[in-house]
Structure formats: C-alpha cells, structure tokens
C-alpha cells in the first residue's frame, strides 16, 4: 500500500449513490460463481469507496495475470518516449541474433505496434507451439511460427506477443520492467512494492506475474482517465494513451465464445475497450476499469471463471450510481456503505475445530493422495494431521517439501511463511476434516479434504493457478537482499 493515500470522499459528495455500491455489494456476494477479494472506486479524483473482503487486506499484493499486459503497455510507453523502441520498427530488428532462422516475409513484417495490439498475424494463441520451437527461447519460438495472415489485419489473444514487448523493452532499457517502471510510473504514482515473476533467464514474464495491491491498479486506471498527467504533472503523453485505449483491431468473435460483449468491443496496445469504457484485465476477474464518460476508476480483484458476469453485476449497480452532480440528504447511506466496507469477509470454511470424536485416531493419522494422485495437485505426495498444544494442524507434503497448516478455532489461521495463507475450517464429521487454504498474494484458494477411513485425501482448486508450480510458489516473488 502507497504511503501517500488517495484522496478520499463520501459517495455522495462526488455524485456517486452508495445504494448503488451497497447493491453491488450484495450481488457480488450472492453471485454463486463469483469470490470478490477487493473494490476499490475513483470519482472525479476521490476515492469514495473502498473495501476487502477478509481475509485479503489493501496492504498485500495480489497476482495480477493478464492485467499485468497494462502495465507492460505502460513500460513501452516511456520506451517510446525516450527513444528507445519505435512503434513501427520491424520486431526481428530488435533480435538480431534470429534473422538468419526467421525467414517467413509476415514474420519479419511483423511491427512492434502489431504485437502490442494482438495483431501479429496468428489466428490464436500460440504460447504452446512457440515454447515447442524453442523451450528456451520464447522470442525466437514466437517469430519461428509463421503468421496465418499479414500482421495487422487479425487479432488473436496471444501471450508471446506481449512477451516479446516485454522482451524489446527489457533488451533496450537493460533492466526488469519493475526496475524500468519504479521512477517513471511506481514511485511518481506512489505505488509502493511490486513483483514480477520471470523466466529462466531473469526476463520479467511481462504477460503475467505482476504482483501489485489494488491500490496500484487504481493509481494506473486514475493516470489513464487524466490522459497521462499525474498530479499536474505529464508523465504519459496524452497520444500515448489516446492511442493505447482505442481499438486498433477488431475483436468481435476472435475468441470462440459467446456470452461475453464485453471482449467484443476491440483492442488497443495491452487494454481492452469494453462495452464502457475500457479495461486492463486479467484472469479470474481482475479489472482496471477506465470510465472516461463517468470520470471514474473502478479497481476489482476477485477469484472467478464467470468474468462477464461480474463485468454485468458492475454495469448493472455501479454504473447508475454515477450521478451528474453531489446527492444531498445521503449521509445515512453513506455511513451504511463505510461499515459495509469495513466488514467485509469472505465465509469461512464449516467445520468443527476438533475432531467430535476418535480424537486419539485423528491425531499423528497419514492420508495418501485418493486413487495415487491429488486431482487438481499432482505435486502432492500427503498429508498428516497433528494435535499440538496450540490445536490441530494439517501439513500437506510435496516431496521434500512440507506446508504445515494450522487451524484455528477462532476462525481463520493467517500465516506469512513460508507462504502466505489463511486457513479455516475443520471436521464436518468424525470422519471428516476440510480445510480451505487461501494464498493471500493470488486468486486462489485450495480446499484439502481428508477421510480417516479410508486414509486418503483430495485437493482441489478453486481456481486453477496458470502458472504452475508448488504450493511454495504460490506467492508474490521475493528479491534476494
């Protein structure tokens, strides 16, 4: 979290109706398919809203996913400004060490401006087929696969493009977005710690990976709405962000699916236009939402696969509250609206937090992962449960490794290391222990069930983490001291 706040205000002193949030607020928790983690709401310069649903808190870094695109965009902007990287120059020129292997004319005709919109020339993804013609390069994989059409004149949803932006700006810059970004964006803005994950050779993912509070999310949406200028002062020109927030290529139908408008309404460089105004997003519902006509930033973080659905729940409650002028007469509202805000929580796992009977079994009991493997966590190898004189803990194992998991009867155990989780729940039956484990620093939470009878247990996501790895990484990245 910054040390320099937002400006905040009441709701209504900005023209926003709190029964419209309050509204919005009850949608999102009722919404079978939705886990809200965070809101945060500008107006006219104002943060007149603002609240986490416990166990998340507005001090912790959250993983980003695709969002993270908006903030590479942003880095090629200052790139762009000094002179280091030229919209209109070859990709392949930026690479020189591949143009003898990349011989396809679409290949080498593709433009750095066609890979920060999605237009590089392929019809789909192709972050599996490129990684296949080079594990070790993605670069050099990416410009191997031939376009199916000439750059620019298609779009497709492709994680090796902004990876290669990423890949031009740390080459000319010599130094990690992160690093690139702290005194141009992050500290001008006040945005305090973030962290990118990268790749076996150092290279921030710039695809993916950021870890960055909504606070910072907001900061980014409220830079955009002000056409670059922060604080009366220029940082982005305002060409820049006209031209990184229109849409520069037809989106209507690329991805396959139906029921989502909102990914029908274009792309720009790394944002897309949205049914109002435009957004940074990334996987399992985390929005930057720009609202120029509302003079309005919208910061969401959430855990869901029904992302338009909570984009519907925004465009149904948020969007009339925004009111042309300051309501009068609303300060009750507004004061139900602060508390709502202050109490936020997500529900608790059920369970009792000591087994209600065969205690003496329950305690130093083995589980196996159920049929040989843990669906949804093939890494895990077992678990053990332990009474201690502090209470019950599971420890799940992952080969050498183990994440022991303490439960607590007063609700929610919070843990920093050696990953940061929360952990509630207990036994639903005497043969039954279930536990959520939430990773604090990502969308995810785990629940963990294990049967004494059978001496097996499961583990599922709830979301599915797209970066892989062990539970030990599920975490924001640390830099060495």
Request: net charge negative; charged share 20%; proline share 8%.
């Amino acid at each position: 979290m910054s040390d320099r706040p937002l400006p905040s205000s009441t709701p209504s002193a900005r023209g926003v109706d709190a029964r419209g949030v309050l509204a919005f607020l009850d949608a999102v928790d009722a919404a079978e398919h939705v886990e809200p983690h965070s809101l945060m709401i500008l107006r006219h310069d104002r943060l007149v809203a603002a609240g986490w649903w416990a166990p998340y808190a507005p001090d912790r870094p959250h993983l980003l996913y695709s969002l993270s695109k908006s903030f590479t965009a942003t880095a090629a902007a200052f790139a762009v400004a000094e002179g280091l990287i030229a919209l209109d120059d070859p990709v392949i020129s930026y690479f020189p060490e591949f143009a003898a292997d990349v011989t396809d004319p679409r290949s080498r005709a593709m433009r750095v401006r066609h890979v920060a919109s999605m237009a590089s020339g392929h019809q789909a993804e192709t972050l599996d087929r490129a990684a296949a013609l080079d594990p070790d390069e993605l670069v050099r994989g990416f410009l191997l696969l031939p376009p199916d059409r000439d750059p620019g004149t298609v779009f497709a949803y492709n994680q090796p493009a902004t990876y290669t932006l990423a890949a031009i700006v740390q080459r000319v810059t010599g130094r990690p977005l992160t690093d690139w970004l702290r005194p141009r964006l992050l500290d001008p803005l006040g945005i305090g710690e973030v962290a990118w994950l990268d790749d076996r050779h150092g290279r921030e993912l710039g695809y993916s990976g950021l870890h960055a509070t909504t606070d910072a999310i907001a900061r980014l949406g409220r830079l955009y709405l002000r056409e670059g200028v922060w604080e009366g002062k220029r940082l982005l020109s305002r060409e820049w962000v006209a031209e990184a927030t229109r849409a520069h290529i037809a989106t209507a139908g690329a991805l396959g699916d139906t029921g989502r408008p909102d990914w029908d309404e274009g792309y720009g460089f790394q944002f897309w236009r949205s049914r109002h105004g435009y957004r940074g997003d990334g996987a399992y519902g985390q929005f930057c939402l720009v609202l120029p006509a509302q003079d309005a930033v919208i910061a969401l973080t959430a855990a869901t696969v029904a992302m338009q659905d909570l984009l519907d729940l925004v465009w149904r409650h948020l969007l009339p509250a925004f009111r042309p002028r300051p309501l009068t007469g609303r300060e009750d509202a507004d004061a139900a609206l602060a508390g709502r805000l202050a109490d936020l929580s997500l529900p608790l796992a059920p369970g009792a937090p000591a087994p209600p009977e065969r205690a003496e079994q329950w305690s130093g009991a083995r589980f196996a992962p159920y049929g040989g493997v843990c669906a949804g966590q093939p890494s895990l190898t077992g678990a053990a449960v332990t009474a201690g004189p502090h209470g019950w803990t599971l420890t799940l194992v992952e080969g050498d490794h183990r994440l022991g998991l303490r439960l607590d009867p007063g609700g929610r155990h919070v843990a920093e290391e050696p990953v940061p989780t929360a952990v509630s729940g207990g036994w639903t039956d005497a043969d039954t222990l279930v536990v959520d484990v939430t990773f604090l620093e990502t969308p995810h939470r785990l629940r963990v069930t294990c049967s004494l009878g059978g001496r097996t247990f499961t583990a599922h996501w709830a979301t599915q983490p797209l970066h892989g790895g062990p539970l030990r990484a599920q975490r924001a990245p640390r830099r060495p001291r």
